[in-house]
Each structure stands twice: as C-alpha cells, then as structure tokens.
C-alpha cells in the first residue's frame, strides 16, 4: 500500500499532557457553553449539538496539530538532498499546502528540495509522514479506501462527509481508491510469504474456487464477446479462490468455517491457458500464490472444493495433484436436474 501500512498502524507515543492540551480542553468547553447558552437541556437539538461540538472540537484539534506541525523544522535536512533521478536537490524553502486529514483540513508548511537536473521537487516531511503525492492524510486515505471498496465513489464521498465530517470528491475518491488498488494488487503479487508460519496447520485446509458474472460500464465492455442475443457482453466474470479450515463444530456436530480462517483472492482474470503456452493462466497463477501464503500444500488433507465449471476442474488437478476434490452439491445438482430434463 502506498501508505505502508505498518506505518500507518504502529502505536505512537503518547502526546505529554502540555498546557496546549489544557487550552484545547478550555476551547471545548467554553464552545459548549456557547452552544447551550441559558436554554433548558430537554429543550435541546441534541443531533444539533452534537454534530456542531464535533465540528468545532476537529476543528481546534486540527489548529494545534498544525501548530505543533509547522513549528518543527527538523525536516530542513541541510542545503543538498539525493534525488531520486541521480541529480542532488536543493534546498528551496519551505512551501505549504493544505491536507485532508481526520481533523479537517490541514494546512503545512514543509522544507521543499528542487532538482535542477530532472525539474522535479520533493519534501522529505510528506514522504516520512505518509503524506507523498497526495493531498489525503493516512487516515482519510484508509476511509476512502474502505467506502471505494463498499459503494460507488459518489456515495462514498457522501458517506465520509456525512459519517466522518471529511469532505473528498468524488474523481478523489475513484483516484485514490484506483491507486490504493493497484498498490494491493501489486503487493499481492509481490508477496507469497506464508502468513502466521509459526501456528500450526489445520488437519484439513479447503481451498474453493468460483466464478461470477458482474455488470460492468458499456465502456469497460466494448469488443467483448457475450451472452446477449447481439453477441455483445453485459458483464464480466470475477475469479474468487478463498482458503479456508473447517476443525469447529456447530451445536450439532457440523464442521463450520474456524473464526478468522477465511482468506479470499479475487480479480477479472482468464483462467484459461492455451495449449501452446508454456505459463499457466493469470488466475492460476493467484490461486497458485494465495495456496502459498495459506501453506495449502503441506497440510496432511488439502481439498479443492468447486462447482461444476470445467475450468475449475482443469485448473486443480494440475496445481494440487494431491488435493481431495469436493464438488459443490447445490451446483451439482442443479447441472444433474438440467441434464435431466435435457435427455
Ligand atoms: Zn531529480
């Protein structure tokens, strides 16, 4: 991700109690006071106060961040800087812009470093603080992610205006979630590292694949070949493998899937590979590197589990040889009552 998430994540010192945090607290309350007035509390428009107490607080926590912020100009760092380019950066000033944080908006001021050779500049306080090439602080940049996955990026611009106060348009959230996007997808590809290798393995790990069909833009479609009776597509199909381990019981004795054992890997991908292709398919290879990450292979009963797709089937038992395989009963059934009524 492009804002690291152990950075993002990692605990932080704790703020010492200053005299600063004094004043915020005597602003607070001084602005509640202002707010209530003499009227009598059950008179109140408690949704009223509320949102406007909020307000008010973001606002004066987001004045004392700034001023803490820009008071601090350690991120001078001498004359000269490397660029990444090859050519040194000087040392031009310091520039300020303005942030969309938790807080509000934020207005920085930060050390700025030109290089003469490739025209480009940086500021090494973005860079460290989480803040490079965007005008979205690590926070709003998680929010957005989390509404760009969920809704349309419209509904999720209004969504963080109304829920957290934070007002990002609708081409930022689409950039944003695009970028934090690919960064995942990048990252997914990088990383095959098993996680957790020091737990051990379930008895039995399942691992299941499934495809689905989702509407998509006319522009996103065009050329494609489709189900429609003109030839042309209305959707795509979405490739999922999810990884799984099934030891608890139900209060009847079912296997059901163990708490926090669920891991999915999807994207529009072929899983097909052609005969003369000496690399399996894009999808293969996915399901190839999340059956990594999950330790899939060494555990002592993997089982592929699927409907009846032949892709599916073709796909499996060249990835895990060893693998049990399970087909869906609901989709199986489903395929025997069509053939049924077909003969
Ligand atoms: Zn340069």
Redesign the pocket.
């Known amino acids: 991700m492009r804002r690291c998430p152990q950075r993002v994540l990692r605990a932080r010192p704790r703020l010492k109690k200053t005299s600063l945090a004094a004043l915020l607290a005597t602003d607070i309350v001084q602005e509640i006071e202002a707010l209530l007035g003499r009227q009598a509390v059950d008179a109140l428009d408690m949704e009223a106060l509320e949102m406007s107490v909020r307000q008010q607080a973001l606002q004066l926590a987001a004045r004392a961040v700034e001023q803490r912020l820009n008071a601090d100009t350690s991120d001078n760092a001498g004359p000269s800087l490397p660029?990444?380019?090859?050519?040194e950066?000087r040392y031009a000033g310091r520039r300020s812009k303005h942030f969309h944080s938790a807080l509000g908006s934020l207005h920085l001021q930060r050390a700025y470093y030109h290089?003469p050779?490739?025209?480009?500049g940086f500021c090494p306080r973005d860079r460290s603080l989480g803040l490079e090439n965007s005008s979205l602080s690590p926070a709003v940049t998680r929010m957005v992610g989390t509404v760009g996955a969920l809704v349309s990026f419209q509904e999720g611009s209004t969504l963080l205006q109304e829920l957290a106060g934070v007002a990002v348009d609708a081409k930022q959230v689409e950039r944003t979630a695009e970028d934090l996007g690919a960064e995942i997808a990048d990252d997914e590809r990088q990383d095959t590292q098993p996680a957790h290798d020091h737990l051990p393995l379930p008895a039995t790990l399942y691992l299941g694949i499934d495809g689905t069909g989702i509407p998509l833009r006319a522009e996103e479609l065009q050329g494609r070949a489709g189900k429609q009776p003109d030839g042309s597509a209305k959707t795509r199909e979405v490739k999922l493998c999810t990884v799984w381990s099934a030891e608890s019981r139900d209060e009847h004795g079912t296997p059901v899937r163990d708490e926090g054992s669920v891991t999915y890997s999807a994207a529009i991908e072929s899983a097909a590979t052609p005969d003369t292709a000496s690399q399996r398919s894009e999808f293969s290879e996915r399901v190839g590197r999340e059956a990594t990450r999950r330790r899939f292979t060494p555990v002592e009963r993997p089982v592929v589990w699927g409907d009846g797709a032949p892709w599916i089937w073709n796909l499996a038992p060249e990835l895990f040889p060893q693998a049990r395989q399970i087909v869906d009963r609901f989709p199986a059934k489903e395929h025997l009552s069509h053939l049924a009524q077909t003969l």
């Open positions: 660029c990444s380019c090859g050519g950066a290089c050779s490739c025209g480009g």
